[in-house]
Protein backbone atom coordinates (compact mmCIF):
# COMPACT_ATOMS: atom_id res chain seq x y z
CA UNK A 1 0.00 0.00 0.00
CA UNK A 2 2.90 2.48 0.62
CA UNK A 3 3.04 2.96 -3.46
CA UNK A 4 -0.12 3.72 -4.15
CA UNK A 5 -0.84 6.60 -5.95
CA UNK A 6 -2.93 9.48 -5.10
CA UNK A 7 -5.27 11.38 -7.56
CA UNK A 8 -5.95 15.08 -7.10
CA UNK A 9 -8.93 16.25 -8.38
CA UNK A 10 -9.66 20.25 -8.12
CA UNK A 11 -12.47 21.16 -6.14
CA UNK A 12 -13.44 23.51 -9.05
CA UNK A 13 -12.85 23.27 -12.79
CA UNK A 14 -10.83 25.94 -13.96
CA UNK A 15 -13.83 27.09 -16.61
CA UNK A 16 -15.83 27.80 -13.00
CA UNK A 17 -13.01 29.05 -11.41
CA UNK A 18 -13.25 32.01 -14.43
CA UNK A 19 -16.94 31.94 -13.91
CA UNK A 20 -16.93 32.33 -10.05
CA UNK A 21 -14.65 35.76 -10.67
CA UNK A 22 -16.69 37.02 -12.96
CA UNK A 23 -19.80 36.45 -11.42
CA UNK A 24 -17.99 38.20 -8.26
CA UNK A 25 -16.38 41.10 -10.12
CA UNK A 26 -19.51 42.21 -11.53
CA UNK A 27 -21.51 42.24 -8.44
CA UNK A 28 -19.02 44.26 -6.23
CA UNK A 29 -18.58 46.57 -9.53
CA UNK A 30 -22.38 46.86 -9.46
CA UNK A 31 -22.73 47.62 -5.42
CA UNK A 32 -19.52 50.35 -5.84
CA UNK A 33 -21.28 52.37 -8.89
CA UNK A 34 -17.70 50.71 -10.43
CA UNK A 35 -16.94 50.34 -14.10
CA UNK A 36 -14.71 47.08 -15.23
CA UNK A 37 -12.24 50.72 -16.48
CA UNK A 38 -12.04 51.95 -13.06
CA UNK A 39 -11.17 48.17 -12.03
CA UNK A 40 -8.59 47.73 -14.67
CA UNK A 41 -6.89 51.27 -13.77
CA UNK A 42 -6.80 50.16 -9.87
CA UNK A 43 -5.82 47.03 -10.23
CA UNK A 44 -3.14 48.31 -12.64
CA UNK A 45 -4.08 46.48 -16.02
CA UNK A 46 -5.68 47.04 -19.48
CA UNK A 47 -9.54 46.58 -19.31
CA UNK A 48 -8.74 43.83 -22.57
CA UNK A 49 -6.59 41.83 -20.16
CA UNK A 50 -9.30 42.09 -17.34
CA UNK A 51 -11.91 41.14 -19.81
CA UNK A 52 -9.89 38.60 -21.03
CA UNK A 53 -9.51 36.97 -17.28
CA UNK A 54 -13.21 37.14 -16.70
CA UNK A 55 -14.24 35.67 -19.88
CA UNK A 56 -11.40 32.63 -19.42
CA UNK A 57 -9.21 33.78 -22.36
CA UNK A 58 -6.21 34.80 -20.16
CA UNK A 59 -5.39 31.96 -17.25
CA UNK A 60 -3.90 35.02 -14.37
CA UNK A 61 -1.95 33.86 -11.33
CA UNK A 62 -2.44 34.50 -7.82
CA UNK A 63 -1.10 37.98 -7.86
CA UNK A 64 -2.99 39.50 -10.67
CA UNK A 65 -6.22 37.49 -8.74
CA UNK A 66 -5.03 39.39 -5.91
CA UNK A 67 -4.39 42.75 -7.42
CA UNK A 68 -7.62 42.48 -8.98
CA UNK A 69 -9.35 41.70 -5.15
CA UNK A 70 -8.10 44.64 -3.98
CA UNK A 71 -8.88 46.62 -6.76
CA UNK A 72 -12.80 46.13 -5.42
CA UNK A 73 -12.16 46.10 -1.58
CA UNK A 74 -11.97 42.30 -1.29
CA UNK A 75 -9.29 39.39 -0.79
CA UNK A 76 -8.78 37.27 -3.30
CA UNK A 77 -10.61 34.38 -1.68
CA UNK A 78 -13.44 36.42 -1.58
CA UNK A 79 -13.27 37.10 -5.21
CA UNK A 80 -12.78 33.36 -6.01
CA UNK A 81 -15.79 32.31 -3.28
CA UNK A 82 -18.91 30.48 -4.72
CA UNK A 83 -21.71 32.91 -4.60
CA UNK A 84 -24.18 32.15 -1.50
CA UNK A 85 -27.39 32.77 -3.32
CA UNK A 86 -29.24 32.00 -0.14
Do not use: W
Amino acid sequence: MADQISVYRPLVTRRRAYEVLATNLHRLTFEQNLTLEEVARRAGISLEQLEAICSGEVDPDLDLVDLIAKAVGVTASELLAEPDYN
